[in-house]
């Protein structure tokens, strides 16, 4: 979930050629619309989004009762604070990374959540 289209094609490409099948939203809504029609081992949300933002999405998505409530999160952040990572952790994401993305980082925090899920 990202809604700057630059990153949108900088994290598909990277994430496809990786070999991982990528679906790209916007907005908070859109996440939680395709999280209702998709199984998706992971999500990877940007903090600040319109309709609804990264944080208020996660807590959307842990609350729900559905059966994507525990579906892993990564927040992609421009806040790279201590405290900031309390607060994201706090809405249940998991994991995060703070922008501008380490892509080798980014890669190996997906397939780690991947494994994780796997195993």
Do not use: C
Not at 29 to 50: E, I, S, W
Not at 79 to 97: C, K, T, V, W
Not at 106 to 112: F, Q, R, S
Request: negative net charge.
């Amino acid at each position: 979930a990202e809604d700057n289209a630059a990153n949108q094609r900088l994290f598909e490409t990277l994430l496809a050629t990786a070999g991982y099948e990528v679906e790209i939203v916007a907005d908070g809504q859109a996440v939680l619309d395709a999280l209702r029609q998709h199984r998706f081992d992971l999500v990877l949300m940007d903090g600040q989004m319109p309709v609804m933002g990264g944080m208020e999405t996660a807590r959307a998505i842990r609350g729900s009762g559905e059966a994507f409530a525990d579906v892993p999160i990564i927040a992609l952040t421009a806040n790279a604070l201590d405290r900031d990572e309390a607060e994201f952790r706090e809405a249940g994401m998991n994991d995060y990374l703070a922008k501008p993305v380490d892509l080798n980082r980014l890669l190996d925090k997906v397939e780690d959540w991947i494994d994780r899920g796997q195993s």
